[in-house]
């Protein structure tokens, strides 16, 4: 909670926000480690994701949506994933389209749209939010950094080969280019995603 105090002050805490709500669950709550797939859950949370959906994402009238992502261990998640997905005959749309197109709330909605994408495959996750951060006008030097050097002893060989495989384009040469004019920063950058 100090990270987030710091982020943005005592007003987040104050806030009655679904997000809110979003991230201190994920945060706090104990996730099951297994990897175990249990198909009475599985079914039970398929059932409640279709209800939020009808229900336009909206976390009072669903708040069980917030239990089902913050609890389960990531196999779980996925294989609820997997179903929700193939919830019709001929429906293969995603959960994240589907809160993209029916949640009324933009930041609610960006923040379980990243989450399930960082469930079913966070490398790719993190290899879209350096794409991101490097090609935007103006790049953003504080989320390469975070990202870089926060997965440097994680999984930073992974997501640079995502990020060739996605985007045809070597991650280190990304960064140089379009964070050049500050010569130290795209230097110790480089470095970090070179070794």
């Not at 007003?11 to 175990?36: H, V």
Request: with cysteine; hydrophobic share 40%.
């Amino acid at each position: 909670s100090s990270g987030i105090n710091a982020e943005y002050g005592d007003d987040f805490f104050e806030s009655t926000a679904p997000q809110k709500d979003f991230y201190l669950k994920i945060l706090d709550s104990p996730r099951n480690s297994t990897t175990d797939v249990d198909s009475e859950i599985t079914a039970s949370a398929l059932e409640s994701l279709i209800k939020a959906e009808k229900d336009l994402w909206d976390i009072e009238k669903c708040p069980e949506l917030l239990t089902i992502l913050a609890s389960h261990n990531f196999t779980q998640l996925r294989t609820i994933l997997k179903d929700f997905q193939r919830r019709k005959n001929g429906n293969m749309e995603m959960l994240e389209s589907s809160v993209k197109k029916h949640c009324s709330d933009e930041v609610l909605s960006m923040c379980i749209v990243m989450w399930v994408k960082g469930i079913r495959n966070v490398t790719q996750l993190f290899s879209e939010l350096l794409y991101l951060s490097v090609t935007s006008l103006a790049a953003d030097s504080a989320r390469v950094i975070r990202i870089v050097v926060g997965r440097s002893e994680i999984d930073l060989t992974q997501i640079k080969s995502h990020y060739m495989m996605q985007y045809n384009k070597q991650l280190q040469l990304a960064v140089q280019q379009k964070c050049g004019n500050d010569l130290a920063y795209s230097n110790i950058v480089a470095m970090i995603i070179k070794n």
